[in-house]
């Protein structure tokens, strides 16, 4: 079993609408949930990270974290052209760091 | 200005060549990282310095083997290569090590091995 698994897509959405990507893990010891941006050859960018449980807001983007269920979302509110890239989670604890392999996300005006 | 910088961007070079990939950041972190992002995306850490001291090494041929001069520089030496080292490998740094979680990358160098 994978120790981050991410649903690859692609996703495609009209613009204005609500996006959700998801992840899930196994390691119960992950203390750090973060999600990248990653436009095509470009290096990823953090979006956003929340320490342990609960949600965390930033404007048009909300990150939640479920613990019980191992179970992590990013939410993207009234979806932009410009949100057209790569979304990768990631988790962390101690020393080990590890990534999803992405969600490919297309905005279509 | 460019917070990690990596060179060179694109390195193409035959089977059993030795190359180095140069990173650097001008935003005063201490930690630093190297990762590796395959075909399908999958980013895979590599190793990491904390103040120049290696404090990640992953599993990873030790025909890799990272150097760090200073705290602003991290490079990635690869000897003997082989067709499945072609991926973009990607320098990263965080402010330190208890701010691994905010990690600032580089463009990515995009290595092919012929």
């Known amino acids: 079993q994978k120790e981050v698994e991410q649903d690859p897509g692609p996703l495609s959405v009209p613009e204005g609408a609500i996006v959700s990507l998801n992840c899930t893990y196994s390691?119960?010891?992950?203390?750090?949930f973060m999600w990248y941006r990653q436009y095509s050859r470009k290096g990823p960018e953090l979006l956003m990270y929340t320490y342990s449980s609960g949600n965390k807001e930033d404007g048009r983007f909300t990150a939640q974290v479920d613990k019980s269920s191992k179970y992590i979302s990013l939410f993207i509110r009234d979806s932009q052209p410009s949100d057209s890239a790569t979304y990768l989670c990631a988790m962390s604890v101690g020393n080990q760091f590890y990534f999803g392999t992405g969600t490919s996300l297309t905005v279509i005006p | 200005d460019t917070a990690v910088s990596q060179t060179p961007k694109y390195l193409v070079t035959q089977m059993g060549n030795d190359k180095s990939i140069k990173c650097e950041q001008n935003?005063?972190?201490?930690?630093m990282y190297w990762y590796k992002q395959d075909s399908k995306k999958f980013l895979k850490i590599m190793f990491s310095?904390?103040?120049?001291?290696?404090?990640i090494n992953e599993t990873v041929p030790n025909r890799f083997s990272p150097k760090s001069p200073d705290k602003a520089h991290l490079n990635l030496h690869i000897n003997s290569l082989e067709l499945g080292d072609s991926a973009v490998y990607f320098c990263?740094?965080?402010?330190?090590?208890?701010?691994?979680?905010?990690?600032?990358f580089g463009p990515g160098t995009r290595l092919t091995v012929t």
């Open positions: 310095y904390n103040n120049k001291e290696l404090i």
């Open positions: 390691n119960s010891a992950f203390q750090y």
């Open positions: 935003l005063g972190h201490d930690t």
């Open positions: 990263a740094s965080s402010q330190d090590w208890d701010s691994s979680y905010e990690q600032y």
